[in-house]
């Protein structure tokens, strides 16, 4: 206990300076995350991995732009769209981030009710109390000590790699699976691929990290850091990624077991952990539910009362910034409702909230083109060709995956 | 008064035909009411600029009055509301965002002139052409208080610079404070110097007044406090949160202070000044066992209990005494036995009147809604008597 203890106290530090790129990338790891990694491994095996490595080099370079265009300017994302392309398309933009995000929150509700309903609490009490416990612990509490809790919590994924090597899977294939593409003409495979796009890199998360990085009051002088924190997050993001698809390809797929509800993915624990892999799980998944219904949420209602030029912040009282709270009570509820719709499983709504952000991505990286191509506003910080052609590759990806997906649905028969 | 979004991609005509379309003005920023120097037409992919004089707006767009121009080239250097302007980010002092430029809003009676920004959601309806379904009213920041802009990021300031603050008059300043949004309103009162900031408190209107007086911050509060006319504070005295009010007097010393509850008790000679605010109060509704209940426990009990229907507003009074003799089951309501009440601004001589001929010893004073929101007991009454026969004596 005195040794946890201690190992506890000088871990906080390494916490407190932890930035906004890790952060970021940690909360992408969220319900819907955990939940589409693990579906990914369990129906598809390894064949779904090489996806990572492309996710992994366009989250990097979307957040590093996201970071450096907010170490730049001193403005987020939002305030950016505002000014450079006026009021209307800022209304299109934050009608298609408000849609993304909402199905974001009501993925994370998804993930608490799975956590719940492992031990046997119905969604219909836990996610109407996670809902008010919510609003009332981002606006009453400590938000930065919350932040620094979940992120201790993470480490939780770890449990992921002890399993993955504990399963002594084929890495040969694996590490052939990570390099080769390979594409299956099946509307669940393609599903399940934007997905995995849609759940890494978030139209939330390229909001959040400009706007963090400006509310940092980070300057050019940091880029370096900062960029290096980006590419350390999103290699981690995509590496506790892998891990989760190992060990449930390993577990699962192997075994031709599928994953019907939370319960099952946590059989990807038990290699190690035996019958403690089930609360190990649900913790785990509460925690990373927990972390991402807090985030995004606010960080909803801080970017559209930003683009709008509202009043925000936690700092101030309902009734001097009453649009900023009102949209977070607003995004809290129709998100909490979302998930207790009937007839919709709560595997089925943590997955396609994934697919649905990976499609939203498109019109919010065609901004961010723009944008970071823009020598008026980044001058000599704008974006270099190779920066370019990727951020264009990933566009024509998803745009490519999304009609794809279309076509698969439409004509089943035609591969 | 015209918004530049109704202006903004306006057909211009010349002779019945379109020739191009208005997307820009350019102003003379520096000028306190600054005029349109300069009109952007887009014609064909082009901008040009025409002076305002060779132009006339009006409802269907603007009509150009000959092409002979002169027409000169779109200047870059120029300050353009377009541009420059509209969607930027309004910063206070302390460079803490703000708000955002949502409109511009201009005067169009002799010439076409810049009088302030549109800082609310008014503007965003408005230019999102919703405004026919949904009315707000416009949150206009004047053109005399904007001190700056950042050309680098395009920011605009707010505050008002030392130079201008001169040239405003209290009153007009008053004005200004009545419409702008709380933030807004105390950054500006913070950047003032006391002296100034008080003046144009006391001129607003007294909900403004309140307001300010609410949300200041302690170290502001305490300079401003310091320069306003006690009576104007101790005019706020039963609008203003209690513990807020408290923190003012101790902000203006024992003396002013004092000065203040004199003016409360002797100078404003009415029923609201003399009231207490805390009193007791029943639901009419209440059976007498309730309201025995309610008042077993409390020491000292109260003489009479100021009874109200279910909707909070006034019935009458009642004494305790009358409720020990009564049936416990009737109602409170039935057993009022003094329906007499007073408006607060009701002379302190005709509350005496009241309280004499009708042998009260406690009288109720009720808003305009008829809700009791304080009370005058017969020891106020004779309290005031008695700094009455003082003061008489002291003449």
Same mark, same amino acid.
């Given at each position: 206990?005195?040794?946890?203890?201690?190992?506890?106290?000088?871990?906080?530090?390494?916490?407190?300076?932890?930035?906004?790129?890790?952060?970021?990338?940690?909360?992408?790891?969220?319900?819907?995350?955990?939940?589409?990694?693990?579906?990914?491994?369990?129906?598809?095996?390894?064949?779904?991995?090489?996806?990572?490595?492309?996710?992994?080099?366009?989250?990097?370079? /979307?957040?590093?732009? =996201?970071?450096?265009?907010?170490?730049?300017?001193?403005?987020?994302? &939002?305030?950016?769209?505002?000014?450079?392309?006026?009021?209307?398309?800022?209304?299109?933009?934050? =009608?298609?981030?408000?849609?993304?995000?909402?199905?974001?929150? &009501?993925?994370?509700?998804?993930?608490? &009710?799975?956590?719940?309903?492992?031990? =046997?609490?119905?969604?219909?009490?836990? !996610?109407?109390? &996670?809902?008010?416990?919510?609003?009332?612990?981002?606006?009453?509490?400590?938000?930065?000590?919350?932040?620094?809790?979940?992120? %201790?919590?993470?480490?939780?994924?770890?449990?992921?790699?002890?399993?993955?090597? /504990?399963?002594?899977?084929?890495?040969?294939?694996?590490?052939?699976?990570?390099?080769?593409?390979?594409?299956?003409?099946? *509307?669940?495979?393609?599903?399940?691929?934007?997905?995995?796009?849609?759940?890494?890199?978030?139209?939330?998360?390229?909001?959040?990290?400009?706007?963090?990085?400006?509310?940092?009051?980070?300057?050019?002088?940091?880029? *370096?850091?900062?960029?290096?924190?980006?590419?350390?997050?999103?290699?981690? /993001?995509?590496?506790?990624?892998?891990?989760?698809?190992?060990? /449930?390809? =390993?577990?699962?797929?192997?075994?031709?077991?599928?994953?019907?509800?939370?319960?099952?993915?946590?059989?990807?624990?038990?290699?190690?952990?035996?019958?403690?892999?089930?609360?190990?799980?649900?913790?785990?998944?509460?925690?990373?539910?927990?972390? $991402?219904?807090?985030?995004?949420?606010?960080?909803?209602?801080?970017?559209?009362?930003?683009?709008?030029?509202?009043?925000? $912040?936690?700092?101030? *009282?309902?009734?001097?910034?009453?649009?900023?709270?009102?949209?977070?009570?607003?995004?809290?509820?129709?998100?909490?409702?979302?998930?207790?719709?009937?007839?919709?499983?709560?595997?089925?709504?943590?997955?396609?909230?994934?697919?649905?952000?990976? !499609?939203? %991505?498109?019109?919010?990286?065609?901004?961010?083109?723009?944008?970071?191509?823009?020598?008026?506003?980044?001058?000599?910080?704008?974006?270099? *060709?190779?920066?370019?052609?990727?951020?264009?590759?990933?566009?024509?990806?998803?745009?490519?995956?999304?009609?794809?997906? !279309?076509?698969?649905?439409?004509?089943?028969?035609?591969? | 008064?015209?918004?530049?979004?109704?202006?903004?991609?306006?057909?211009?005509?010349?002779?019945?035909?379109?020739?191009?379309?208005?997307?820009?003005?350019?102003?003379?920023?520096?000028?306190?009411?600054?005029? +349109?120097?300069? +009109?952007?037409?887009?014609? @064909?992919?082009?901008?040009?600029?025409?002076?305002?004089?060779?132009?006339?707006? #009006?409802?269907?767009?603007?009509?150009?009055?000959?092409?002979?121009?002169?027409?000169?080239?779109?200047?870059?250097?120029?300050?353009?509301?377009?541009?420059?302007?509209?969607?930027?980010?309004?910063?206070?002092?302390?460079?803490?965002?703000?708000?955002?430029?949502?409109?511009?809003?201009?005067?169009?009676? @002799?010439?076409?002139?810049?009088?302030?920004?549109?800082?609310?959601?008014?503007?965003?309806?408005?230019?999102?052409?919703?405004?026919?379904?949904?009315?707000?009213?416009?949150?206009?920041?004047?053109?005399?208080?904007?001190?700056?802009?950042?050309?680098?990021?395009? @920011?605009?300031?707010?505050?008002?610079?030392? @130079?201008?603050?001169? #040239?405003?008059?209290?009153?007009?300043?008053?004005?200004?404070?009545?419409?702008?949004?709380?933030?807004?309103?105390?950054?500006?009162?913070?950047?003032?110097?006391?002296?100034?900031?008080?003046?144009?408190?006391?001129?607003?209107?007294?909900?403004?007044?309140?307001?300010?007086?609410?949300?200041?911050?302690?170290?502001?509060?305490?300079?401003?406090?310091?320069?306003?006319?006690?009576?104007?504070?101790?005019?706020?005295?039963?609008?203003?949160?209690?513990?807020?009010?408290?923190?003012?007097? #101790?902000?203006?010393?024992?003396?002013?202070?004092?000065?203040?509850?004199?003016?409360?008790?002797?100078?404003?000679?009415?029923?609201?000044?003399?009231?207490?605010?805390?009193?007791?109060?029943?639901?009419?509704?209440?059976?007498?066992?309730?309201?025995?209940?309610?008042?077993?426990?409390?020491?000292?009990?109260?003489?009479?209990?100021?009874?109200?229907?279910?909707?909070?507003?006034?019935?009458?009074?009642?004494?305790?005494?009358?409720?020990?003799?009564?049936?416990?089951?009737?109602?409170?309501?039935?057993?009022?036995?003094?329906? #007499?009440?007073?408006?607060?601004?009701?002379?302190?001589?005709?509350? +005496?009147?009241?309280?004499?001929?009708?042998?009260?010893?406690?009288?109720?004073?009720?808003?305009?809604?008829?809700?009791?929101?304080?009370?005058?007991?017969?020891?106020?009454?004779?309290?005031?008597?008695?700094?009455?026969?003082?003061?008489?004596?002291?003449?």
């Amino acid at each position: 206990m005195n040794l946890f203890k201690r190992k506890f106290v000088t871990l906080l530090p390494i916490l407190a300076i932890m930035g906004p790129g890790i952060i970021a990338a940690s909360a992408d790891n969220d319900a819907g995350g955990i939940t589409t990694y693990s579906v990914a491994g369990a129906q598809y095996g390894h064949s779904l991995l090489w996806v990572l490595l492309l996710t992994t080099l366009a989250l990097s370079i /979307t957040q590093e732009i =996201g970071a450096r265009m907010g170490l730049v300017t001193g403005k987020g994302l &939002a305030s950016l769209i505002r000014e450079k392309f006026g009021i209307k398309w800022t209304a299109f933009v934050m =009608g298609v981030l408000f849609i993304a995000n909402l199905g974001t929150i &009501a993925a994370e509700f998804a993930g608490i &009710a799975a956590a719940f309903e492992i031990f =046997g609490v119905s969604k219909f009490i836990s !996610v109407p109390i &996670a809902v008010i416990g919510m609003f009332l612990l981002v606006t009453k509490g400590s938000f930065k000590r919350l932040e620094r809790i979940f992120l %201790l919590f993470s480490f939780f994924f770890i449990a992921y790699a002890i399993s993955a090597f /504990t399963l002594k899977p084929d890495w040969g294939s694996a590490f052939s699976s990570l390099i080769m593409p390979h594409i299956e003409f099946d *509307k669940g495979y393609i599903l399940t691929l934007m997905a995995l796009i849609g759940t890494t890199i978030t139209p939330w998360g390229q909001f959040f990290i400009q706007g963090y990085v400006v509310d940092k009051k980070l300057t050019k002088d940091d880029l *370096k850091i900062e960029r290096g924190d980006v590419f350390l997050g999103s290699f981690i /993001t995509n590496l506790i990624a892998f891990f989760i698809i190992i060990t /449930t390809a =390993g577990a699962l797929f192997a075994h031709g077991i599928q994953i019907n509800d939370a319960k099952d993915a946590a059989i990807a624990l038990k290699p190690f952990f035996g019958e403690f892999a089930v609360i190990l799980f649900a913790f785990g998944l509460l925690n990373a539910s927990l972390f $991402g219904a807090a985030i995004v949420p606010i960080s909803t209602s801080y970017v559209i009362t930003e683009a709008f030029g509202m009043e925000s $912040g936690l700092n101030y *009282k309902f009734k001097q910034a009453p649009e900023f709270y009102a949209l977070f009570a607003i995004s809290l509820i129709l998100g909490g409702l979302l998930v207790l719709t009937p007839f919709l499983p709560l595997i089925t709504i943590l997955v396609v909230s994934q697919a649905i952000n990976a !499609v939203l %991505l498109i019109p919010v990286f065609i901004f961010l083109y723009l944008l970071s191509n823009d020598r008026k506003i980044l001058g000599e910080y704008a974006n270099n *060709k190779i920066m370019n052609i990727i951020v264009l590759l990933t566009l024509m990806g998803i745009s490519f995956t999304a009609v794809f997906y !279309v076509v698969s649905t439409m004509f089943p028969n035609l591969f | 008064m015209i918004y530049l979004s109704n202006l903004l991609g306006k057909n211009v005509y010349f002779e019945r035909k379109i020739y191009g379309k208005m997307v820009d003005f350019a102003v003379l920023e520096s000028s306190p009411n600054p005029t +349109i120097s300069k +009109i952007v037409i887009k014609k @064909n992919g082009k901008k040009l600029t025409v002076s305002p004089s060779n132009i006339e707006i #009006k409802s269907f767009g603007a009509v150009l009055s000959s092409i002979k121009g002169p027409f000169l080239p779109y200047d870059e250097g120029d300050f353009y509301l377009n541009e420059d302007l509209l969607d930027k980010q309004v910063i206070d002092i302390d460079d803490r965002r703000l708000v955002r430029v949502n409109d511009i809003v201009m005067d169009a009676t @002799n010439q076409l002139k810049v009088v302030g920004i549109d800082i609310g959601a008014s503007g965003i309806i408005r230019r999102l052409s919703l405004d026919r379904f949904i009315k707000i009213k416009p949150k206009i920041i004047p053109w005399q208080i904007i001190e700056a802009f950042d050309y680098v990021t395009g @920011n605009v300031k707010i505050s008002l610079s030392q @130079n201008r603050l001169n #040239k405003i008059h209290p009153s007009e300043l008053a004005d200004i404070l009545e419409n702008l949004g709380n933030k807004e309103r105390l950054s500006i009162v913070e950047s003032l110097d006391a002296r100034s900031a008080a003046k144009a408190i006391e001129e607003t209107d007294i909900k403004t007044r309140e307001a300010i007086l609410e949300e200041l911050k302690a170290s502001a509060l305490g300079q401003v406090v310091s320069k306003m006319h006690v009576a104007s504070i101790a005019g706020l005295f039963y609008k203003v949160n209690p513990l807020r009010i408290r923190e003012i007097l #101790k902000l203006m010393g024992t003396e002013r202070a004092s000065r203040v509850e004199k003016i409360l008790d002797f100078g404003s000679e009415t029923a609201g000044a003399m009231m207490r605010t805390t009193f007791w109060k029943f639901d009419g509704n209440l059976i007498v066992k309730e309201a025995y209940n309610l008042l077993f426990e409390q020491k000292p009990k109260p003489e009479a209990i100021v009874i109200t229907n279910g909707n909070e507003k006034l019935v009458g009074t009642i004494y305790t005494k009358d409720i020990l003799d009564s049936d416990s089951l009737a109602q409170l309501k039935d057993l009022v036995s003094e329906r #007499k009440f007073v408006y607060p601004n009701v002379g302190v001589n005709e509350v +005496i009147l009241l309280f004499a001929k009708y042998n009260l010893r406690l009288l109720p004073v009720v808003d305009s809604d008829k809700k009791p929101i304080g009370v005058v007991k017969i020891d106020n009454i004779l309290e005031k008597i008695e700094q009455r026969t003082q003061v008489d004596e002291l003449i």
